[in-house]
């Protein structure tokens, strides 16, 4: 009982998904190119990646992952500068592939929930890159998830999280849980913003790619590999630095804030949770 009240729950579901034949498809024989194509980039991956040294991962790791995005046939792009040092990153949640197009773009250790880890291949690939697993069905393990990206966070590197805790569909968006945002005030560390949004190749947008509602991996990942111009942008929002008495909900609400409409460089202030941020210029990176 305690397990479900804590989980993250959607409101979005298959009904927020394209009607069939409403988008453009791309062919039979492009569909089955790109099957190949990515069954080849994840047997290399997870034959490869596991057995390099950890300098070498999060570099090996990136081309991996545009290889599959370019083999799903995903056109990517960043507007805005990532952050690669002592970050929090913070993306809304709508796909998995979401931490793919992220991990083409950052070196970053990811948070997933605990049972990517048993997934074939992928639960692989994900222990190879770091991740840092979070058991939804036990809430008190998450005081030890908070550690262990705070520990990261120290070690001067990113950590790409959700903190909507599930996926929505892209046009609707969930509130962020504050629990992890402690990790980032613990250390000191800087709340980078991204925000994900799909398009079709004339620049529509689109629900195609999201996995939500009780629809398997395998169906989420066919409507991918047989939507046609699907493209992803990685929108970079210049940090968040908390200030002196800045709270993990203060710092939550700045954030979901920023997310959903946007604001330059903000440096919190105050001391109780519904601390108003202070907006300044972004500084020079």
Request: glycine share 8%; hydrophobic share 50%.
């Amino acid at each position: 009982m305690e397990a479900a009240l804590w989980r993250p729950a959607s409101t979005c579901t298959t009904a927020c998904l394209p009607r069939p034949g409403a988008e453009p498809r791309a062919r039979p024989t492009t569909v089955a190119g790109r099957v190949v194509a990515a069954a080849a980039v994840l047997l290399f991956a997870a034959a490869v990646l596991p057995l390099l040294p950890d300098g070498r991962v999060p570099g090996t790791a990136r081309r991996i992952a545009r290889a599959l995005l370019a083999a799903l046939g995903v056109r990517h792009e960043v507007t805005g500068r990532l952050a690669t040092r002592r970050a929090l990153v913070v993306a809304n949640h709508v796909s998995w592939l979401d931490v793919v197009v992220l991990a083409a773009h950052l070196p970053a250790r990811p948070l997933a929930k605990s049972e990517v880890r048993l997934w074939p291949v992928v639960g692989r690939l994900a222990v190879a890159m770091g991740t840092v697993f979070i058991d939804r069905s036990r809430p008190r393990s998450l005081p030890a998830t908070v550690d262990a990206v705070a520990g990261a966070l120290r070690g001067g590197g990113a950590v790409v999280a959700f903190p909507e805790g599930t996926t929505w569909c892209g046009r609707a968006s969930g509130p962020l849980r504050p629990a992890l945002f402690q990790a980032a005030l613990r250390v000191g560390a800087v709340v980078a913003p991204v925000r994900l949004t799909f398009a079709l190749a004339d620049g529509s947008p689109t629900t195609v790619a999201a996995f939500i509602g009780d629809e398997s991996l395998l169906t989420s990942l066919r409507r991918v590999l047989t939507a046609r111009g699907l493209a992803v942008t990685l929108r970079a929002h210049p940090p968040i630095h908390p200030g002196l008495g800045a709270t993990r909900r203060g710092l939550a609400g700045v954030t979901q804030t920023v997310l959903r409409s946007g604001s330059p460089t903000v440096h919190m202030t105050g001391t109780s949770d519904s601390v108003q941020p202070s907006v300044s210029p972004p500084r020079q990176m």
